[in-house]
């Protein structure tokens, strides 16, 4: 279970939080918490997103659609997706081979 601290600064409701076999086993083994890059996906702070994708997240915030951070984690650079669903009841870490 992953619990997300109230965060002032949150653009979004997330919905029900989950995260794949892959995201979880990655982030315990690089011990990074996976609170603080949800929190980061709720503030606006997308990860390493081209410009273009940062538009379009911030157009999704306005006009609800499906939003996506990318965070490139660890000594290898790892990559960790947030994806928060259009309708907002649900978003996912998970690794891009588990999409």
Not at 2 to 25: C, D, K, W, Y
Request: proline content about 2%; glycine content about 8%; charged content about 25%.
């Amino acid at each position: 279970m992953i619990i997300i601290r109230q965060n002032l600064h949150q653009l979004f409701e997330l919905g029900t939080v989950v995260a794949t076999p892959g995201a979880i086993s990655l982030l315990d083994e690089l011990d990074i918490d996976a609170t603080e890059l949800i929190s980061r996906h709720q503030a606006g702070d997308w990860g390493d997103v081209d410009e273009h994708d940062r538009g379009v997240n911030f157009q999704s915030v306005e006009y609800g659609m499906r939003i996506m951070s990318v965070y490139r984690v660890g000594v290898g650079r790892e990559v960790v997706w947030i994806i928060t669903e259009a309708d907002r009841s649900v978003t996912t870490l998970l690794l891009p081979e588990e999409y």
